[in-house]
């Protein structure tokens, strides 16, 4: 079955550690996505990538990174300098040129303990 | 950033009745997008509009994109219990090829009581 897959549903970390979160697509979609999710809020976007080994800030890209090293991953990681990181956080992806076809991962939840 | 402004921000209603919620936003938008997010999930696409003024059915929900393209309603006739979930409206400005995400309303809560 085609899809993305997000890894782990749930994550716990220290404050002050980095952590990475996975994002995988067997969709062969160009663009990816990361989005964040707080309790009453939209999603507001983190990085995108529209090809492999290129990516771009989002609206709140500080505190986080990204690589895109192969097409169908885009793992991001967040660092110890996002002040807030507990959070929703869900990966798209979208085939380009088909831009409403966005397809969502099930997501992380993030809590920082 | 562009912003849209989503309402309700929730709704308490009985089964079978109808449910209508909209965006708007103080920029235009060439395509609309209808989410559903069901608790713990990631959103699912109902409904996507592309031009000013189209009209388009999914089942019992029916969404309209603005002839201004800065808003959009969503409909849900007769409503039941799977329908609850978040309703977020999202709209893709379309620069840069639209590949630099979407603008997402704070969403809607459903909550049907039996």
């Known amino acids: 079955d085609g899809g993305i897959t997000q890894s782990p549903k749930y994550l716990f970390r220290k404050e002050g550690q980095n952590v990475t979160l996975s994002c995988e697509q067997n969709l062969n979609h160009d663009a990816m996505y990361w989005y964040r999710q707080d309790p009453g809020q939209g999603l507001r976007l983190i990085y995108y990538s529209q090809i492999v080994n290129d990516f771009q800030k989002g609206d709140i890209a500080e505190g986080y990174s990204v690589s895109r090293e192969k097409k169908e991953s885009f793992p991001l990681t967040v660092t110890s300098a996002q002040k807030n990181p507990t959070a929703f956080y869900l990966c798209a992806s979208m085939q380009s040129g088909r831009a409403s076809e966005q397809f969502f991962g099930p997501g992380t939840r993030l809590t920082v303990l | 950033g562009q912003q849209l402004n989503q309402s309700p921000q929730s709704m308490f209603i009985q089964e079978g009745e109808d449910v209508s919620m909209n965006c708007t936003s103080s920029?235009?938008?060439?395509?609309w997008l209808w989410y559903k997010q069901d608790p713990g999930e990631g959103p699912v696409l109902l409904i996507a509009?592309?031009?000013?003024?189209e009209l388009t059915s999914n089942g019992r929900l029916t969404a309209q994109f603005g002839i201004t393209r800065k808003d959009s309603f969503l409909n849900i006739s007769a409503s039941i219990p799977s329908d609850v979930g978040i309703y977020f409206c999202a709209g893709l400005s379309n620069s840069g090829g639209g590949a630099d995400g979407l603008t997402f309303g704070k969403g809607t809560h459903l909550i049907i009581q039996p």
């Open positions: 509009l592309y031009k000013a003024g």
């Open positions: 920029s235009i938008f060439n395509t």
